[in-house]
């Protein structure tokens, strides 16, 4: 039981949303967990509101966009416990502007959040996680990797890259235990995505003629899959990326089911005559 009692987590970007709701899900699973975020007061108003706080979940300031912040926290927690047993890289930002009017500081601040936090939690981690116990990355993608979004050019790049890394990555450190996988979700209900419906630069109406199940997901539906490659239940599974859609990103439907029922119907009938 104290072996148990004593798996680390360690997730980025987890004040709110998808971040915070992996973050409960560990805690569930009777991980330690550490809420790490860019603001620092954010992820402790968060830890307060769990029963746990103070006794396995703590809040922990952390740019990722930082080599000393990462180094600092990574540290902080691996000599303190021992050793890293999963790392959720999930801290992210978005950008929202024609490319033509992207500044190269813009575009060089985002990549670093999502793609450079991702490398450098990965990297700070690595001596706590290469021991004798098998240890999970998952890192957070996007179907925007590998689908074309206007007006989110650095945002798309960023997730790509991340989908390479995590490949890279997961031959790489197989030899010491590390698996690595990463989660690629489709439109998600939260705080940055409400801001986005409210501003009509998402539309909820054009999106669930879109997305297969006809709505978005909530957060917690994002953190089971992460749960699952955190866990021993996927300990065969690494290098791969898992998209958590709802088939936004299969459905190439071209109109009304019925009317292709319909043609489909009389294509059977001509043929059988």
């Not at 600092?72 to 502007?97: C, D, F, P, W």
């Not at 601040?109 to 004798?132: E, N, V, Y």
Request: contains cysteine; glycine residues 10%; hydrophobic residues 40%.
């Amino acid at each position: 039981m104290k072996a148990q009692l004593e798996r680390i987590a360690v997730v980025t970007g987890a004040g709110r949303g998808i971040g915070a709701a992996v973050g409960r899900r560990l805690l569930d699973a009777d991980y330690i967990v550490y809420f790490t975020d860019v603001d620092a007061r954010r992820a402790e108003q968060h830890v307060t509101t769990l029963e746990e706080s103070g006794t396995r979940a703590f809040a922990l300031g952390m740019n990722v966009s930082s080599d000393i912040e990462v180094n600092k926290s990574m540290t902080l927690i691996g000599e303190r416990h021992g050793e890293i047993a999963v790392l959720i890289n999930n801290a992210g930002t978005t950008s929202q502007y024609p490319t033509q009017d992207v500044t190269t500081d813009s575009w060089s601040q985002l990549i670093d959040i999502h793609l450079g936090g991702t490398f450098r939690c990965a990297r700070a981690a690595f001596p706590f996680m290469s021991g004798t116990s098998p240890t999970s990355i998952v890192n957070v993608s996007s179907i925007a990797g590998r689908m074309g979004m206007p007006i989110r050019a650095s945002y798309c790049a960023a997730k790509a890259g991340i989908e390479g890394f995590t490949r890279s990555l997961a031959v790489e450190w197989a030899e010491f235990g590390i698996r690595v996988n990463a989660v690629a979700p489709g439109y998600v209900m939260t705080d940055l995505v409400q801001k986005d419906l409210e501003s009509g630069l998402v539309s909820e109406a054009t999106l669930s003629t879109r997305i297969s199940m006809k709505r978005l997901a909530q957060p917690a539906e994002i953190a089971e899959v992460m749960y699952f490659l955190a866990s021993n239940a996927s300990s065969y599974i690494t290098g791969q990326v898992i998209n958590v859609d709802g088939g936004l990103s299969i459905d190439l439907n071209p109109g009304s089911n019925d009317a292709l029922s319909i043609a489909s119907d009389d294509s059977i009938g001509m043929d059988s005559k």
